[in-house]
C-alpha cells in the first residue's frame, strides 16, 4: 500500500496568496520545492539549515510516487517540532472558529503541548498577537464598533448543519436570514443606513415551521444583547407531537436596536413580506410597542398577552400603592381575606368575554375599600373606566388580549413561559453578558445546531424531556379548565371568581 503524505498549513502563503503547506511523512517535515502536471517535489525543512539533501515526489493526490532519494543522513527526525507545528494549526483554527478570549486559546494550546514542545513555540505575547491577526484576516473587524455599518463575515452568515440525507458529515446553510442594511432602500434605489440596523438569525426549516404554525410566542431578552444592540429578540412555536408532549422550539433569533413601535413594524414588515409569515395567534408579554405592530401589520392576528406578566403586573402595582404607613403588598401579605380579593381579581381574565363589564361591577362593589389601588388600575388599563353616560372607555389593553377564558377551556398555553424558561437556559448558554456581535452569533449558530439535534428527536419519536409536569401544576390546570368549562353553572358570578382564586397564586 502506497504512503501517502500529510499535509498541515503553513503559517505562510505562496506568492499567489493561496495557503502554503507543509508535508509530513516518517516525522519528517517537508515543503514543496516545484510543481509539475501531475507531480509534486518536495525536500527537506532542514535543507538549507543541516545541509540534508533528502527529497521526495507524491501525485496531486499527496500519494508518495518516488522516495529513492529520501536519505536524511545529517539528522534525525525532531518529533517536537511536528508536535509545534500541530499546536499552531490547532491554535489558528481555534482563532478563527470559536469566539473563546485569546488568552484561553493561547493558554489551551501551550497546556496540551509536551515540554519539550514547548521550548519550541513562539512566545506567548506572539501567539497572541498571531490569534488577533487570524481573526482579523478571516471574520474582517475583529469586535465591531459601529452595528450600522459593520459587514458580517460569510462564516456568520452560514451554520454547519448535520446531513440529514446521508446521516453523517454537514451541510452550509444559511443562517442570516435578513438584514435591514442589506434590504432596505430608498425611493432612488440607494441602500438605506440611516435607520437602526435589524439583524434576523435562523433556518430555512425554522421559517417552514413558522409558516405551518398557528401559534406564536414572542419576547426579548437583555442580558445576553450584543453591544450596540438594545434587545435580543426571539420568535417560537408550538409543536403538538401527541404523547411526545407539546413543545415551544424558537425559531428566529433577532437583534433589535431598541423596543420602538417603528422598529417593531419594519421587523414584523420584513418577516411578512420577505419570508411570507402570517402568524394567526399570537403571544406576547404586555408590551405596547410589539403589540401594536403587530396589528398593524397583521391586522387579523389574535393577540393574546401572557398571564403570567398580567399577574405580575399586578403584583408591581400592589408594591407602588400605600396602605396606611405599609404599603399594599405588605397588607395583602398579613391578610388572607385581601390576598383571596387580589386573586378574584386575577380570575377576571377567565370570565367570557361578553360578561366582563357586569362580572366586574359586581366584584368592585365586593371587594375592600383597601385594594382600591389595584381596581382602580385594572379598571383605566384592562376594563375600561366607566364615563358619565354610562359608557366606558376604551382600555390600554383590549379585553381579547387578556381574556384566558377561551384559551382555557380549549386546552391552550396561558403564558410565556416556556420562552422565558428558553431564556434562562440561553444566558446559561453565553455564559457571559453583552458578548460582543461575532461571540453572540457565534452562540447562536452552536445553539442552532443543538436545535436541530432536537427537531431530529421530535421526528424520531423520542421526547425532549424525561421530566414531567409537577402534579400540582396539572391538578390546577385541570381544575382551571373544569371551572371555565362550567362557568354557565354558576348563577353566582363572584363565587364563580372565589372558586378560581383558589387555584391561582399570589
Known sequence: ??????????????????????????HFIYVEERRSADRITWVCEEKRKSECSARLQTNLDMEVVCTELNNHRNHIADSSKLEVLEALRTLKLRAVETQEATSTIVATARHHTSTVATAHLPLADSLRRAVCRYRV????????????????????RCYQQKDVVTGHGYIEQRFLQFDTNEAEYDEDGERVYDEPRIVVFGTANGLKILRESQDWFCDGTFDVTPKGFSQYYTIHCRIDKGQLGVYTLPCLFILMPNRQTCTYVRLFIALRYYAGLTPLCCMTDFEEAAMNAFKEVWPDVHLSGCFFHLAQNQRKKLAQSACGSTSLALAVTAEPALQQQVKMVRAMAFVPLADVEDVWDQLVASLDQRLRPLFEYFDKYYVGKRQLAGTRSLPRFPREVWSMFERTRDG?????NSVEAFHKSLNAHFAVDHPNTWQAIDKMQRLQQSLDCDIVDLLAGRPLKRCKPELLWVRRNQAKQSIVREYDLYTDKIEFLRVMSINLSL
Do not use: C, W
Request: proline share 8%; net charge positive.
Open 1 to 26: 500500500m502506497a504512503q501517502m503524505l500529510e499535509l498541515i498549513p503553513s503559517s505562510r502563503k505562496k506568492k499567489n496568496g493561496e495557503i502554503a503547506y507543509k508535508g509530513v511523512l516518517n
Open 137 to 156: 484576516a478571516t471574520l474582517g473587524e475583529a469586535v465591531p464598533e459601529d452595528i450600522q455599518t459593520m459587514v458580517i463575515p460569510q462564516r456568520f
Open 412 to 416: 391552550l398555553p396561558r403564558t410565556n
